[in-house]
C-alpha cells in the first residue's frame, strides 16, 4: 500500500502527466541492462477532479465518470464531510449510497487548506477519494459497493459493510509490464 501512496503523490506532484519516474539501471561490462529494483505501478486513471478543500467550509465537489450514467460527489456541509456515489439514471433518487469521510470537530489541522483528488479509474467504473494524497474513500460500482476509513454509516444491505478494503486501491494502478 506504502508503494501506491507514494506513487499517487509522486504523480500529482509532477503533475499527473501519466509518465513513470526514471528507471534505476546498472550497466555491467558485458553492457547487459538491468533493472535493480521494481518500478512502482502507474495511475491509470480515466478522470481526476481536483480541489482546493478547507474542512468545515461548505464546499460540494462533483466529478462525472467518462460512463456518462455516474457521479461521485464530496461535500463538507460545515459538520461532516461525506462522499456520495450517485446513478443519473435513477432520477428520483439517484444518491446509491454514501461514505463517511469525516466530522469536522474531530479533524486537527482543518484549519489548513487541503488538496481534495477525485480519481476515476479507467474503465470509469470505480472512483477513489483522496485527501493530502490518503486514501479516504473508493465507490465501485460495478459492484455495487462502497468503503471508507470510518466504516460508517451501514450500507442500507445488511450483509454489507463500509469498512475499509485496502484491495479496492489496485483498480486505480496499471502494471507497467501489462
Not at 456541509?77 to 439517484?94: I, R, S, V
Not at 476509513?149 to 496499471?174: M, N
Request: glycine content about 6%; hydrophobic content about 35%; overall charge negative.
Amino acid at each position: 500500500m506504502k508503494q501506491y501512496l507514494t506513487t499517487f503523490a509522486l504523480l500529482f506532484a509532477i503533475g499527473c502527466n501519466g509518465e513513470p519516474p526514471t528507471k534505476s539501471r546498472q550497466t555491467s561490462d558485458n553492457a547487459f541492462t538491468a533493472r535493480t529494483e521494481a518500478m512502482p505501478p502507474r495511475l491509470a486513471a480515466s478522470v481526476v477532479t481536483k480541489e482546493t478543500l478547507t474542512v468545515g467550509v461548505e464546499t460540494v465537489v462533483q466529478s462525472d465518470s467518462l460512463m456518462g450514467r455516474y457521479q461521485v460527489v464530496f461535500e463538507d456541509d460545515g459538520d461532516t464531510g461525506y462522499f456520495y456515489a450517485l446513478d443519473t439514471d435513477k432520477p428520483e433518487n439517484p444518491i446509491i449510497d454514501a461514505l463517511h469521510i469525516y466530522n469536522v470537530q474531530s479533524v486537527t489541522d482543518r484549519d489548513k487548506p487541503s488538496e481534495m483528488h477525485i480519481i476515476w479509474s479507467g474503465d470509469g467504473m470505480k472512483a477513489a477519494l483522496f485527501i493530502n494524497s490518503y486514501p479516504h474513500a473508493v465507490y465501485n460500482f460495478s459492484e455495487g459497493l462502497g468503503c471508507c476509513r470510518t466504516g460508517f454509516p451501514p450500507p442500507a444491505d445488511a450483509s454489507a459493510t463500509h469498512d475499509w478494503d485496502e484491495s479496492q486501491l489496485a483498480h486505480f494502478f496499471a502494471d507497467e509490464d501489462k
